[in-house]
């Protein structure tokens, strides 16, 4: 064979395999984005809900949340600068308590959520005295929390602002980075909802640290009562747009009080989300309003994750 015919042979091949490897990702690219995690908040209502009280399919990933460590002094009157106490239910929910209902279900993690709407009937307000040193102190007292509790994660749950989104993102950044550089925790949320100075401040934290958030608990029952199912679908859809790339998961609250409820086509609007490889999770508040009618979405909203689809 000449040379010539050896070069266009070489060049036949080249163009054949670079074609195919221009083409493979595609395929990679369109793997299914499903899973099967379930999270749940826990602790904020001081009803002596237990973790063994929630029901745990085994073919599920299972978060509980706890509610909440808030940066303020144990009396709940002031704020501290970023030194946080405990302000769930820990008599129920105590570290002992963590170790055991890990230990009984392997797929089980615990991660503590921080701010919430409110403290000792007044709202939670996050208010750093300076960004260093908010860091500083939140750094030291959430690593002796979550060791002490032998915690997974942090989710960020911060409802009212005395701070520019700036620096929120920045003390909020610096936090997740420094907890999952020192591997204090292995992953992080955010729970927003759709509201003007609630997401300026989430979406500034999203631009700049996105990619250390693992899980968006968007609070989907912050919408109106009574969201229809395609309505729901529409606000999955922008805020999967306004959080590009997270795993933005659909929510519901277990008293109904919000949002699409259970009852009105929640699990319609998850199946549908399924079919379109869009239901990274699902999370629920709260445990301690499920307790009292037997936790029968927890049952089905875990159902729904475990069946493949």
Same mark, same amino acid.
């Given at each position: /064979?000449?040379? /010539?015919?050896?070069?266009?042979?070489?060049? *036949? %091949?080249?163009?054949f395999f670079l074609q195919a490897f221009l083409t493979s990702p595609i395929s990679i690219q369109a793997?299914?984005? +499903?899973?099967?995690?379930?999270?749940? &908040? *826990?602790?904020?209502?001081?009803? @002596?809900?237990?973790?063994?009280?929630?029901p745990i399919n085994p073919n599920v990933e299972f978060h509980f949340l706890l509610s909440f460590a808030i940066d303020y002094d144990p009396s709940g009157s002031s704020p501290t600068n970023g030194k946080f106490n405990v302000f769930w239910d820990s008599d129920n929910l105590s570290p002992s308590q963590v170790s055991s209902i890990k230990n009984q279900h392997s797929n089980v993690?615990?991660?503590?959520?921080? !701010?919430?709407?409110?403290? +000792?009937?007044?709202?939670?307000? %996050?208010?750093?005295?300076?960004?260093?040193?908010?860091?500083?102190? $939140?750094?030291?007292?959430?690593?002796s929390i979550i060791q002490q509790y032998n915690l997974d994660g942090i989710d960020i749950d911060y409802e009212h602002f005395s701070a520019d989104p700036d620096t929120f993102s920045e003390c909020i950044g610096k936090l997740i980075t420094t907890l999952k550089n020192n591997g204090v925790i292995s992953f992080a949320s955010i729970a927003p909802f759709d509201? @003007?100075?609630?997401?300026?401040?989430?979406?500034?934290?999203?631009?700049?640290?996105?990619h250390l958030i693992d899980y968006?608990?968007? =609070?989907? &029952? $912050? &919408? @109106?009562? !009574?969201?229809?199912?395609?309505?729901? *679908?529409?606000?999955?859809?922008? =805020?999967?747009?306004? &959080?590009?790339? !997270?795993?933005?998961?659909?929510?519901? *609250?277990?008293?109904g009080s919000g949002g699409l409820s259970p009852e009105n086509g929640f699990f319609t609007a998850c199946h549908r989300l399924k079919s379109e490889q869009q239901l990274h999770g699902i999370f629920v508040w709260s445990a301690d309003d499920s307790k009292k009618i037997g936790f029968r979405y927890e049952k089905q909203s875990q159902a729904l994750l475990a069946t493949p689809h």
């Open positions: /064979m000449s040379n /010539m015919a050896l070069s266009k042979l070489k060049l *036949i %091949f080249t163009l793997a299914p984005a +499903n899973s099967d995690l379930f999270r749940e &908040y *826990i602790g904020a209502e001081f009803n @002596d809900v237990k973790f063994s009280d929630v993690k615990v991660a503590l959520s921080l !701010g919430g709407d409110s403290v +000792n009937s007044g709202s939670a307000y %996050f208010k750093p005295s300076s960004i260093d040193s908010w860091v500083s102190n $939140a750094v030291s007292s959430l690593t509201d @003007d100075q609630v997401q300026s401040h989430y979406l500034a934290l999203w631009k700049s640290y996105g968006v608990n968007f =609070q989907f &029952y $912050a &919408y @109106d009562q !009574g969201t229809t199912v395609s309505q729901f *679908i529409n606000y999955f859809k922008t =805020q999967s747009s306004n &959080y590009n790339g !997270g795993k933005v998961l659909a929510s519901f *609250i277990s008293d």
